[in-house]
């Protein structure tokens, strides 16, 4: 079982940068893929961003490539996920999620979540 504990996010103006993190508890943390999931008000949950269980596959939905870089530290059994040049679409909900598999978390079904952290992109 993994327990997942999101924290980081808060208010931030446009073109602004945030780092959640994603403190995860259980010794088998490491063999797990990771990932960042979204939900704006009156929207479905969507994926942002995943990583392997070693780190060496990254993959991340379009409308955050080139903005969002997720990481992992194994040794502290933690998830980054960096925003830069964040837009007011970005405002949501931010989920840590982790599976067995890295297809499985792309694919949008992953085996534990967190509960979230509200991240706001305002002016």
């Known amino acids: 079982q993994v327990q997942l504990v999101e924290s980081g996010g808060g208010l931030m103006q446009p073109g602004g940068s945030l780092r959640l993190s994603c403190a995860a508890s259980?010794?088998?943390?490491?063999?797990?893929?990771m990932g960042w999931f979204r939900q704006a008000p009156g929207k479905e949950r969507e994926f942002v961003a995943a990583i392997s269980s070693n780190g060496f596959r990254r993959y991340g939905a379009d409308s955050v490539k080139g903005r969002f870089t997720i990481s992992r530290d194994n040794a502290k059994t933690m998830v980054y996920l960096q925003m830069n040049g964040l837009k007011s679409e970005d405002t949501a909900v931010y989920y840590c999620?982790?599976?067995?598999?890295?297809?499985?978390?792309?694919?949008?079904?992953?085996?534990?979540w967190g509960q979230g952290t509200q991240v706001t992109v305002s002016s």
């Open positions: 259980g010794h088998t943390f490491s063999s797990y893929s």
């Open positions: 999620a982790a599976g067995k598999s890295f297809v499985t978390v792309v694919g949008g079904n992953p085996d534990h």
